[in-house]
């Protein structure tokens, strides 16, 4: 199985901004998959936030988050980014990360692998 480690939540005012990163842990890379951000609020379903291919030339972001996120790589490091900027109180979730083959079909969630504990956003006055 694979297991990633999230970071980088907080609590923070609408408008404001966080870098969420995606780490692997055991040793294992990250560098041979696709990376997928997905969030699941309070009384909701997840749902995938955002993608990105194996060496950057795809992506993906839910219309709710389209020219406010961005997602990232350095495979040197072996980590993936996510920033959030203008965040709104509906961003509000808890946030994960999970390795796939591509970022087709990200409906189907974890093609391999479990989920985190994910990080917590939390976007308040």
């Known amino acids: 199985q694979v297991q990633l480690v999230e970071s980088g939540g907080g609590v923070v005012q609408p408008g404001g901004s966080l870098r969420l990163s995606c780490a692997a842990s055991e040793g294992f890379t990250l560098n041979p998959f696709a990376v997928a951000w997905f969030r699941q609020a309070p009384g909701k379903e997840r749902e995938a936030v955002s993608c990105?291919?194996?060496?950057?030339?795809?992506?993906y972001y839910a219309d709710s988050v389209k020219g406010r996120f961005a997602i990232s790589r350095e495979n040197t490091k072996n980590m993936v980014y996510l920033q959030m900027n203008s965040l709104k109180p509906e961003d509000t979730a808890v946030y994960y990360c999970?390795?796939?083959?591509?970022?087709?079909?990200?409906?189907?969630?974890?093609?391999?692998?479990?989920w985190g504990q994910g990080t917590q956003v939390t976007v308040s006055l």
């Open positions: 990105i291919g194996t060496s950057d030339t795809t992506t």
């Open positions: 999970i390795a796939r083959w591509t970022c087709d079909s990200l409906g189907h969630g974890a093609e391999f692998g479990s």
